[in-house]
């Protein structure tokens, strides 16, 4: 049995809608797991972020693929997110190179290196990032490793991040660098929603393990 002309548009609209529901579905998910994960993040006192932060850092830097590597991308911390100051200067010490995220126009994300200490910005979210005017830009294939912030993850290195999409766009043209996200464990969950686009980790690091 063959259906008809008008089975098969029938048919076709109904997987289209079921595609339509099912991403729905996933974006809510991501959405309330977002606004449960934020909350718990900033339930964590000051200082005590400020600890986890450091050994945080002190993983990040025993991985074996920051000892390999030559330029690395991390990112400038912004509001309750691991701070990776300590990491920047160890990694700055071993003669490294370091490159920062630049969200531009499109939800297109750069890398830049700022050529001094005051090549800094305030980008379109308030988030601080190299001055791209006064940095050192890298084509994403050329950076060895790159660190992550993300808002929920789960134990298959599963991310969630804010839902713009910047690091989604831009992971993929990283194709020789390991990906890292940094996280606090109160942020872990038994499971990420993810949609087709969502680019998983290689690890995932936080004060307590590596995943």
């Not at 074996?64 to 309750?80: D, N």
């Amino acid at each position: 049995y063959l259906p008809s002309r008008q089975e098969r548009g029938i048919i076709a609209a109904e997987k289209r809608k079921a595609r339509h529901t099912m991403a729905s579905d996933i974006e809510n998910e991501k959405r309330s797991l977002r606004t449960a994960a934020l909350a718990m993040r900033a339930s964590l006192p000051p200082e005590l972020r400020a600890e986890y932060s450091r050994a945080i850092c002190r993983r990040l830097y025993k991985h074996p693929a920051l000892g390999a590597a030559e330029r690395v991308m991390l990112y400038a911390a912004a509001g309750t997110e691991p701070d990776l100051t300590v990491l920047a200067g160890l990694l700055s010490a071993e003669g490294k190179r370091l490159y920062y995220p630049v969200c531009g126009a499109e939800g297109l994300m750069y890398a830049a290196a700022p050529d001094s200490p005051d090549a800094w910005r305030t980008g379109k979210y308030g988030i601080a990032e190299p001055d791209p005017e006064h940095s050192s830009l890298i084509s994403p294939e050329k950076l060895d490793a790159v660190i992550v912030p993300c808002i929920a993850f789960d134990a298959a290195h599963r991310r969630l991040g804010h839902g713009g999409g910047y690091y989604d766009r831009f992971l993929p043209l990283c194709t020789r660098a390991v990906k890292l996200a940094a996280a606090f464990e109160i942020q872990r969950a038994a499971a990420v929603p993810i949609d087709s686009f969502d680019v998983a980790m290689d690890a995932v690091a936080t004060e307590l393990r590596i995943y």
